[in-house]
């Protein structure tokens, strides 16, 4: 089965300096029940690829299913409001998409340890129960496929780990789609490995093999060379201010 299928889709951004064509006749396909992790150096378009995969933005051109309900991208603030409580945003983009709110915010507080404060506004939260509440409620909807744009996991310590853990766990539940530019993200949680290199998005059925591609392509792949791996350096920047300034 397949959870989202890309056929032709081209995907243009026009700015003062002229035309940027991320994406010309991409095809693609995810199957249904697999982990894929895509590898892609920055500026590559793996932003611009989940945004299209989520439908948060629409291809100029082509076509895009998607078989199931899809979550927004892991640790997105978009959806929630910093005036509101995490219990009152909870049950909003529940609501929305269809799901139990009260569910789901019993499953956030007890996963990240904020009973204490998830009826307080999310602006009052310190910096490390905002990454709680952004990844805990990441994973708290049952959705059919999970999206993210490099921020897989966060926070600190055991929450850490622990968020890691849930991140397998929905794995085995669920449709999982990632980009990242760590080797060591992709043997991790992927099942499947994909290299989006101009414009074009590369499928392997072995990770070594899109690990190898990735590294003949990109110079400053970690780990390329001797240099050491940061797999997670890019999930922790994501995930550091998710709602502006704190209080």
Do not use: W
């Not at 991320?22 to 894929?36: D, I, K, M, T, Y």
């Not at 569910?103 to 939260?125: H, K, M, W």
Request: glycine share 10%.
């Amino acid at each position: 089965m397949i959870a989202v299928e890309m056929a032709d889709v081209t995907k243009t951004f026009r700015g003062a300096h002229g035309a940027r064509h991320v994406f010309e006749h991409l095809n693609a396909v995810f199957p249904a029940g697999a982990s894929v992790g895509i590898l892609g150096a920055r500026g590559a378009g793996k932003s611009t690829l989940i945004r299209l995969i989520g439908g948060s933005t629409l291809p100029d051109r082509g076509s895009i299913r998607r078989r199931g309900s899809i979550s927004p991208p892991v640790a997105n603030t978009q959806a929630y409001h910093a005036a509101l409580t995490g219990r009152e945003n909870l049950h909003f983009v529940a609501r929305v998409n269809g799901f139990d709110g009260e569910a789901a915010t019993q499953f956030v507080a007890r996963f990240g340890e904020l009973e204490s404060v998830i009826d307080l506004p999310l602006s009052t939260y310190s910096r490390e129960r905002r990454a709680r509440f952004m990844f805990a409620a990441s994973y708290a909807l049952p959705f059919d496929i999970f999206i993210a744009d490099e921020a897989l996991f966060g926070g600190t310590g055991a929450f850490r780990e622990r968020c890691a853990e849930l991140v397998q766990a929905r794995r085995e539940q669920a449709t999982l789609i990632f980009t990242t530019r760590s080797p060591l993200m992709l043997r991790r949680f992927a099942d499947f490995g994909a290299v989006l290199h101009q414009g074009r998005l590369l499928m392997f059925e072995q990770i070594s093999d899109a690990i190898r591609v990735f590294r003949a392509i990109d110079d400053s792949t970690p780990g390329k060379d001797g240099a050491p791996e940061d797999p997670e350096g890019d999930e922790e920047r994501l995930a550091e201010e998710p709602f502006g300034p704190l209080a």
